[in-house]
């Protein structure tokens, strides 16, 4: 059992009066070196002397709290991997070293900072998909569990059954890519360098934080003000840690081309601005040899290479410019895919299954706007996307109509009615719910011919009148403010706007006016950063432990805060709630139940068009590229994993 800290390193809160909280428990000069002196801690009297006494009961009062350090945690239960494990189910442990991979993206960069919200930087320096490649978290996650967590940085874990409070000892051997050890100066370092700068996802969870301690040497505790977010814990450890010697906080702050080390197992080689970046393996990689990372980081050199369009890109692919080419367009899939290194067996289809939910990808409405304030109109533009046609005409009909934001996976609302334990929790809100959202019969409209789709739009008009809209010579009008039901469609690729332009057509029909406006990458990102649209097309991804992640998507404290993620404007307290409420699950069962009621509270706001998902992952494949098939005893619950491929030659 370990004892209680012997020395407070600093709360995480705002201070509001001149006082270096350095002086009280760590070296001002290492502080001043480290963060410089741009921003000083500020404490009030009273709350100095609330933190003398905590720092003194802290050396006092024992922890009853904390558990026995362990090798991995788990969400919910316990980790699959026990402390001994060899190596991860669904590697090739005996995977070749050598050779390089080339990955082909749509866009561009001007960033190599992918801590910041500020700027694009370039996939594969810190990548769910691609790998962690360059930096490094405390804690890795695997592939093939719902979400559990083990020790990378960090030798072992202590979290107690509350988790009030999370505890990490740092490898002795961990370093960076420099050959400096990684202390716990580094690891609080990051902590201070993300929650001033860091995108709002980090900054949140830190500022959730209330102390950071040494409970013992190489040890780092993070101690929260309840246990109330089960997920947050977790989270910490997926932190990166970034080196406390070799970053100028000023000019990380700044983003841009600045280029930091890591202790990841690659190093930045090369960089073409906006174009193209180059990682090379570190013969010194000082995790090389753990069982979290063998069968990982098999290329001697990975290679990111950016494409204007998805035509060049495709293009690029079929002569061999790059290696992988995951699709999503059905017609190309089915059709295109005869080019001649397909025919000379250098090329192969490849389908791989995902135990994942489906997530949600559809046309978002942004609710700030006034012409989407209202509910009722946002159901009813809804039901006015012709999924059928779109399907049969532009995608070979391969696509399957979404419905949840958990789509094909047991936390699906869709096909079920809310149990007893979600109508307990939906019960404050739950006269707002449409009924067959309650009862599981709801299923997006979709017209199943050209007659039924004249309905639709007759009813649509209906709708709308009851709405205060009229038809006005031909055109739909508010009839209080005079305005016309109008809005613009951003896009940024030709498969966005042909499927905007498929929409368009039906509302035209009733009068609504959507001007489709496509524009390059870099305007599409800063816009959608800035929320400046009126509907975009979105896709949320899903796990099988949904989190903190949603809060940042959907929990209303977030609706006015520039980023990547609640675009849609919500701002509804039932949603609010069922975040709450399966951030606090302690149990698989509660934690379903909690999910569901969450999934029918966002079908219920109607923020989104709901558009289609693939039931596979479709990915051309240069056969030089090889993966775990026979060799591995489990798949990744995420389909293809890149991290786990090597090189097998032409």
Known sequence: MLGRSSHLIFPLEELDMPYPVSSLFFDQKSHERRLGQRSVFRLSVAFRAALILAATVSLLVPNVGQAEPVHGIAMHGEPKYPADFSHLDY?????????????????????????????????????????????????????????????????????????????????????????????????????????????????????????????????IRFVFENGDDRELPLLIGMLPVLPAHAIDPEKFSKSGMYEFIGSGPYLLDKVDPGTKIILKRNPDYWAKDLPIKIGEDNFDEIHVEYFRDNTAMFEAFKKGVFDVQPESDPARWANQYDFAAVRDGLVTKHIFKSGLPKGMSAFAFNTRKPVFQNRAVRRTLAKLFDFEWVNKNLYHGLFARSSSYFESSVLASTGIAASEQERALLAPYIDGIDPDILDGTYAPVSAKDSKEMRTLMRDAIRDLAAEGYELKDGVMTHLDSGRPLAFEFLATSNEQERLALAYSRILERIGIKMEIRTVDSAQYWE???????????????????????????????????????????????????????????????????????????????????????????????????AFPTDEAKSRPLSGYRPTVWWYKGD
């Open 91 to 219: 590697v090739n442990p005996d995977a070749p070293k050598g050779g390089k991979v080339t990955y082909g993206l749509q866009g561009s960069f001007d960033s190599l900072n992918p801590f910041l919200l500020k700027g694009v930087a370039p996939r594969g320096l810190w990548d769910v998909t691609y790998g962690l490649n360059v930096y490094e978290p405390l804690l890795a996650r695997t592939s093939d569990e719902a979400f559990s967590l083990y020790g990378l940085i960090a030798e072992w874990i202590d979290l107690p059954e509350d988790r009030s409070s999370i505890t990490f000892k740092l490898r002795d051997e961990a370093k960076f890519s420099d050959g400096h050890p990684i202390t716990v100066e580094d690891v609080k370092f990051t902590a201070e360098l993300l929650r001033e700068y860091g995108r709002p996802s980090y900054q949140t969870r830190l500022k959730r934080v209330t102390a950071i301690e040494e409970p013992g040497p190489g040890q």
């Open 527 to 625: 816009r959608r950063k800035t929320m400046d649209f009126d509907m975009m097309k979105m896709s949320w991804t899903a796990s099988l432990s949904p989190g903190n992640e949603q809060y940042a998507r959907w929990h209303s404290s977030q609706r006015d805060k520039d980023g990547w993620f609640n675009q849609a404007g919500a701002n509804d307290p039932a949603v609010d709630a069922m975040i709450d409420a399966l951030l606090a699950a302690r149990t698989q069962e509660d934690f379903t139940a909690a999910v569901r009621a969450f999934d029918r509270t966002l079908i219920n706001g109607y923020y989104v068009v709901p558009l289609f998902h693939m039931e596979d992952q479709w990915v051309g494949m240069w056969n030089r590229i």
